[in-house]
Each structure stands twice: as C-alpha cells, then as structure tokens.
C-alpha cells in the first residue's frame, strides 16, 4: 500500500531553520515516477501549495511568500523528498503535508506541524 510519512517539524525560531522529510513506500517504480509536492495549512486557512519537484528533476511552484527560503529536493535512491526551510517566519506556522501525483491518483502523508516562535 502506497504510503507518505513525513518528519522533521517541530518549533524553531524566527530566523531558523528546518528541514522535512517526506518518505515514500509501497510505490512501484519508487518516487522517481512520482510528482512530489510540499504543501501547508495554517489554522483556518485554506491548504497551500509550497513546493513541487517533478518527475523530470525540476522544482517549480515556490510562492512568492516563501522564494528564497524554502528549498524542495529529493533522493530517488531513499524514495525521500526534502523541503529545506531557512529564515523561517511566524507565518511560516502550519502543518506541512507531503504530497505525490502518479498517472491520476493523488497521494498524501498525515503532515508533520511547524510552529516557528520566540
């Protein structure tokens, strides 16, 4: 069975750093045929994406809110995506979700929540 599992949040500082993990199983052909995206959800809001690394090795889709910062990258050989977030904010607070697209289906993990405070 297809699984997302993500890990790594926690609480940081304004100005620190985390960096995710989202670890993929159960998927033939292993993440390297997967589209992979981070997205996030912050208390009543709407869920938002953050980052995307496609299939093709390409990272698209940062929103302005977090260009610069917030790095996706991945390891095809440990089926494992990273999101490296750096000079993070407190709106950078939110449950970060793991997200992966195969043909038509959509897969997602339980997320992992960041609360970034003083």
């Known amino acids: 069975q297809e699984q997302l599992v993500e890990s790594g949040g926690g609480l940081a500082q304004p100005g620190g750093s985390l960096r995710l993990s989202c670890t993929a199983s159960?998927?033939?052909?292993?993440?390297?045929?997967?589209?992979m995206s981070w997205y996030r959800q912050a208390p009543g809001l709407k869920r938002e994406l953050v980052a995307t690394h496609t299939k093709f090795g390409h990272a698209v889709n940062y929103p302005r809110s977090v260009q610069g910062r917030f790095t996706i990258s991945r390891d095809n050989a440990n089926n494992t995506v990273y999101l490296q977030m750096n000079n993070l904010k407190p709106e950078d607070t939110a449950v970060y979700f793991c997200n992966a697209i195969k043909d038509a289906s959509t897969y997602w993990g339980k997320g992992t929540p960041v609360t970034v405070s003083s």
């Open positions: 159960g998927f033939t052909g292993g993440i390297s045929v997967l589209t």
